[in-house]
């Protein structure tokens, strides 16, 4: 079955650290881009970060650039997002994609709240 699961969210507080993991299945997944987006409430979901299939080439938004961090192990077929210096702005589900085919998870949701 092809598929992607997300997990790692929470509730953290402003300033905090989380990483988001995201599990791949069903698929030669060291061949494909894979990238993180966010839909906060009432918004449109929206690009976060990118990593080429062998990792040599990242992407960010220019609202998390110096805060995210994508990276991904091939060996076990998982892509990860760590944030950093995390703000209530940030807050929203986030979901891994594969861009080729339109491939989505299901999301986690990532709550910056004091």
């Known amino acids: 079955q092809v598929q992607l699961v997300e997990s790692g969210g929470g509730l953290v507080q402003p300033g905090s650290s989380l990483r988001l993991s995201c599990a791949a299945s069903g698929f030669t997944f060291k061949q494909y881009l894979m990238s993180w987006y966010r839909q906060a409430p009432g918004k449109d979901r929206e690009f976060v970060a990118s990593i080429t299939p062998q990792g040599g080439v990242t992407n960010y938004a220019d609202s998390v650039k110096g805060r995210f961090t994508i990276s991904r192990d091939n060996d076990e077929n998982m892509v990860y997002l760590l944030m950093d210096s995390l703000r209530p702005e940030d807050t929203a589900a986030y979901y891994c994609?594969?861009?080729?085919?339109?491939?989505w998870g299901q999301g986690t949701q990532v709550t910056v709240s004091s």
């Open positions: 994609h594969r861009r080729s085919g339109g491939l």
